[in-house]
């Protein structure tokens, strides 16, 4: 079993890349606290042109990411907690997967971290990006949503190569011959065992 220390020498690039989107989750909801009073929002100088479209809010939720199930910051509580868990339990069994899925689940952790430091804080998560009609998020959330877009992806990827890999190995030659009973007799027999008349 690998050490706790080597598992975090072999991950720390993507453990650095949750740590720093935990830390611009957690600076970014400060600095709404901080500067917009709850419920106001802000546009830089000359951009108020985008108030009907996007603006930043200050504004804070008790339910899931964007809002959704309100009044269940318990449950959420604990569920980031298992989440949590369940990733850093199954740190070192991404050493040897592609590199999407390492970044997807770096992703994840930092977005279930972000939100669960605001629970555990604050009793709710700041939420402050506003576009549209979408409902309100931050960091975290964008977090978790990306990581699951490039899980999603890559997986087509992958499954979009490993059919045209094997289409092409039916298509070749070689493919054709063993696919072909004459084929498959001489892969069966070996190379010249084929009876000739003289």
Same mark, same amino acid.
């Given at each position: ?6 598992? +975090?020498?072999?991950h720390g690039w993507w453990? $650095? ?11 970014? &909801? ?7 009073? +709850? ?6 100088? $000359?951009? =108020?042109? @985008? ?14 990411? +964007? ?7 318990a449950v959420f509580t604990?569920?980031? #907690? ?14 040897? #997967? ?10 994840? @952790? ?11 804080m604050l009793g709710k !998560? ?7 009609? +979408? ?12 990581? !699951? ?8 990827? &992958?499954?979009?190569? =490993?059919?045209? =890999? ?19 007799? =001489? ?12």
């Amino acid at each position: 079993m690998r050490s706790l220390s080597m598992t +975090f020498r072999w991950h720390g690039w993507w453990l $650095g890349i949750a740590a720093g989107i935990v830390a611009l989750d957690q600076w970014s &909801k400060w600095l709404v606290r901080q500067h917009i009073p +709850f419920g106001g929002w802000w546009l830089p100088e $000359g951009w =108020e042109w @985008l108030m009907p479209y996007a603006r930043i809010v200050h504004w804070y939720n008790t339910g899931a990411a +964007f809002g959704i199930f309100q009044n269940g910051n318990a449950v959420f509580t604990v569920l980031a #907690v298992v989440v949590i868990a369940v990733i850093l339990y199954y740190m070192p069994r991404l050493a040897e #997967v592609a590199w999407w899925l390492r970044l997807a689940v770096a992703m994840q @952790l930092a977005g279930a971290s972000g939100n669960l430091i605001d629970r555990l804080m604050l009793g709710k !998560v700041t939420d402050f990006v506003s576009v549209g009609a +979408f409902p309100v998020f931050n960091v975290a959330d964008a977090s978790i949503t990306l990581g !699951v877009m490039i899980l999603l992806l890559g997986t087509w990827r &992958k499954e979009h190569r =490993e059919r045209e =890999e094997a289409t092409l190995a039916d298509e070749s030659p070689l493919g054709a011959e063993r696919a072909s009973p004459a084929g498959a007799a =001489e892969s069966a027999l070996g190379p010249g065992s084929g009876s000739s008349v003289e």
